[in-house]
């Protein structure tokens, strides 16, 4: 469940960083938007910016 929480937590960064700010303040306000999110975060513009995420949990979690 921490990576989860992790990520869920960089998503509105994230979301700010690929260029959609205005995803930002929704996702500050709902979490289901951020879970909705989680489930799509490796597509697209949103998981190129969430790659860093996902290989520093892979480093740190080899057997992840």
Known sequence: MGFLWNLLKV???A???SGHESETANDLSR???LL???LA???GELGEALRPIYLEYLRDHPDA
């Open 15 to 17: 979301e700010a960083a």
């Open 41 to 43: 975060a490796g597509e």
């Open 11 to 13: 998503i509105p960064a």
């Open 36 to 38: 909705s999110d989680a």
């Open 31 to 33: 979490v289901s938007a």
